[in-house]
């Protein structure tokens, strides 16, 4: 595994970005770049949803979404809006309507890109303004669920009124009929090669499932191709389609089965006309929503590996915690993610960048998950790094603002008057801060984002390096922590008595890990504290060396409203550690001590 290890930076007040190592001492690495595309409530919309993003062939990338008039609601007075991006995503132009059909519904966006022309079509459904989901689906409304295409040759800029293709993709007995909603794909490889493809979710009186809906022709005709039908736990809606490396294209839907199931998957071996094997993709936990795929890399175009990308919200009931997947072996496994956003969010769409770096389009919120749209982009590699914070103590300690690996602002305090202290190994000067007055430490204040707010099946490791001579008694000195007190969610790792101890807590069920020998002898220590949900156990090593390990028998969220600090414990002033910090990471990952060379 390759962890980059540069990943919080704090710009220097009225200097600019100075690059390398800035104040107060922590370094700039790969940063998750964000920006709002759409907000809720502005423009004339009351709330705009159902994201879909596409590369346009001039590199400009196109974000689509619904704009809901007058409330929140899947029905009633909705367009098809657009903004442009020719700056990968930084910025974005202003507002394109693509689609108004007056007080009625035009919605669920599905572009996708003709390569062979440069030219985008657009999927799209109608319906009666007044009509719901339900009402169309007992067939009780004012009218049936239609689908429309319409089209640009100039890169996202203009657009053709939209053409009704109902009866080439809808059978007559269906009465719901959605596409996507997200990006469809064209195809690359075999006898199918250049054919457009789209996933649908459809809905009659005899059957429901999802589909392919496909064109040989640029996008002048198309064709419907046989569903996976609903059975037993698998309940296949809203869907979204790859193209393998071997040809074979990839469905993956929302699964309609119920809660705290995971998404439905099936294959197809002639382009998306019909599909089998269907069943569960198990490690893609899923509150029944919809979801999007990205194929990033090819071995069979010139890159060094495969890599498919999904994103969702990873969470098995609730629609938060907005999260990027990456399979490495063309969807037969995913790794556990990366977090985008902790907090409210529902849809997305996956898009890819310049050299190997991609972006998410996805519903986001703090208090409501559609109080905007939000664009997150990535450089490549930046998905397999685990490390949400890092922080190298090597130079004078200074307060500022953070910016953490997610691009996330947060605020950096120093508390007391902690010193720089060097020393020179091998002909090396290294440095670190020196603690040694109550109440010294480093102050992390994260109440908006909660990047340190750990869930209950977060994986994650405290890492630290440190030389100390004190607390060979019985005062404890806090290295990390996030606690709050007796029999509340917390988490730290400090040394007491000379050893090196972990503690976990979600307040009802605490569990720890210590060293069996001291530490407390004035040499430097390398210190990996991990808590690993694959195997729910806690793990120690110090060294190098596994120390100590235990079932973790938590089961509720760590997650607390106390700040993060470096260097004291928020419960008690009387735990401040003393000695010297020199390196501090926080990974979002259960790491090892193979995973990153030591550094002192």
């Not at 809606?237 to 469905?251: I, P, T």
């Not at 498919?308 to 907005?322: C, E, G, K």
């Amino acid at each position: 595994m390759h962890l980059h290890p540069l990943h919080f930076f704090i710009p220097l007040i009225g200097c600019g970005f100075l690059g390398g190592i800035v104040a107060p001492n922590v370094s700039v690495g790969q940063l998750l770049t964000e920006a709002t595309v759409f907000e809720s409530g502005t423009e004339g919309y009351h709330t705009f949803r159902i994201p879909a993003i596409l590369r346009a062939a001039d590199g400009a990338l196109l974000a689509f979404a619904e704009g809901r008039k007058h409330n929140a609601s899947d029905t009633g007075d909705i367009d098809i809006v657009l903004r442009r991006s020719t700056d990968q995503g930084l910025s974005w132009g202003p507002t394109l309507l693509v689609a108004d059909v007056g007080p009625h519904t035009i919605g669920n966006p599905s572009p996708i890109l003709d390569r062979a022309t440069g030219r985008i079509v657009l999927l799209a459904n109608q319906n009666h303004g007044e009509d719901d989901q339900r009402e169309i689906q007992s067939n009780t409304g004012h009218g049936p669920r239609t689908a429309w295409v319409c089209t640009s040759d100039d890169h996202g800029l203009t657009w053709t009124l939209p053409t009704e293709i109902t009866a080439q993709v809808k059978h007559p007995e269906w009465r719901w009929f959605a596409f996507g909603p997200a990006h469809g794909i064209q195809l690359f490889r075999g006898a199918y090669a250049g054919r457009l493809l789209v996933g649908a979710a459809q809905n009659g009186p005899n059957s429901n499932g999802a589909i392919g809906v496909f064109s040989d022709d640029g996008g002048a005709t198309w064709n419907r191709g046989v569903g996976i039908e609903a059975a037993a736990s698998v309940r296949p809606s809203e869907s979204v389609v790859v193209e393998l490396v071997d040809g074979r294209v990839y469905m993956n839907c929302r699964n309609r089965g119920g809660h705290e199931r995971p998404r439905a998957m099936a294959t197809s071996e002639d382009g998306g006309e019909t599909f089998s094997h269907a069943g569960l993709a198990n490690q893609l936990i899923d509150p029944t929503v919809q979801g999007s795929l990205l194929r990033l890399r090819a071995v069979d175009e010139g890159d060094d590996r495969n890599q498919i990308l999904f994103s969702n919200p990873a969470h098995p009931n609730a629609r938060r915690r907005l999260t990027v997947r990456s399979s490495f072996d063309e969807t037969e496994t995913w790794t556990p993610g990366k977090l985008i956003h902790r907090g409210p969010s529902a849809y997305s769409d996956l898009v890819e960048l310049d050299d190997s770096a991609a972006g998410v389009l996805y519903e986001h919120g703090h208090d409501r998950r559609y109080e905007r749209i939000r664009f997150a982009s990535w450089p490549a590699g930046w998905l397999q790094d685990t490390v949400h914070a890092q922080f190298v103590f090597s130079e004078q300690p200074a307060d500022g603002p953070l910016r953490s690996s997610r691009g996330h602002p947060l605020a950096a305090q120093v508390e007391g008057s902690p010193t720089l202290v060097s020393w020179n190994t091998a002909g090396d000067m290294r440095q670190a801060w020196h603690f040694d007055a109550p109440g010294e430490c480093l102050r992390i204040l994260d109440d908006k984002y909660q990047l340190f707010d750990f869930e209950n099946d977060n994986s994650f490791t405290l890492e630290a390096v440190f030389r100390t001579t004190a607390h060979s008694g019985e005062k404890a000195g806090a290295i990390i922590s996030k606690d709050k007190g007796p029999n509340t969610p917390s988490y730290w790792l400090r040394v007491e008595e000379g050893a090196v101890r972990f503690f976990v807590s979600d307040g009802e069920t605490a569990v720890s890990v210590a060293s069996g020998q001291g530490f407390s002898d004035g040499n430097w220590h390398h210190v990996f504290a991990a808590r690993d949900t694959d195997q729910w156990q806690l793990r120690l090593h110090v060294d190098g060396k596994l120390v100590d390990h235990s079932a973790d028998v938590t089961h509720k969220d760590l997650a607390n409203d106390s700040d993060l600090l470096i260097g004291a414990f928020n419960n008690s002033s009387h735990r401040q550690f003393y000695g010297d910090l020199s390196l501090v990471r926080i990974h979002g990952a259960a790491a090892n001590p193979t995973d990153l060379a030591r550094q002192e």
